[in-house]
């Protein structure tokens, strides 16, 4: 893997050696091998395998969709109803022209 001249942390794959000492895992497990606080999804990850498996653990966990894609959206959707369902505390952040912004 290449490295910049500025990285501070290194990704590595899970199943790879000393999972539990790397400060970014990149993985498909629900499991959190590296004890993070922050959990990040991609490409219609559910959280709810990591939060069954690790309930407190996380201080955030992030999800990532393509709000133009309606599978992405409708999946992110039916995975927020899911969480709220299950008291989780969420909230809902949207990419505008001025950068970030979190939804009311």
């Known amino acids: 893997m290449m490295r910049s001249p500025r990285a501070k942390a290194s990704a590595t794959s899970a199943g790879e050696a000393q999972d539990e000492s790397q400060p970014i895992l990149l993985t498909t497990a629900g499991d959190n091998r590296n004890g993070a606080t922050l959990r990040v999804l991609l490409a219609g990850a559910a959280a709810e395998a990591g939060l069954s498996l690790?309930?407190?653990?996380?201080?955030?966990?992030?999800?990532?969709?393509?709000?133009?894609?309606?599978t992405e959206l409708a999946d992110a959707r039916a995975q927020w109803s899911r969480l709220k369902a299950a008291g989780r505390v969420l909230s809902y952040w949207r990419q505008g022209d001025d950068g970030?912004?979190?939804?009311?």
């Open 54 to 70: 690790a309930p407190v653990a996380y201080e955030a966990i992030v999800i990532l969709f393509n709000g133009a894609d309606p």
């Open 100 to 104: 970030w912004t979190r939804a009311v």
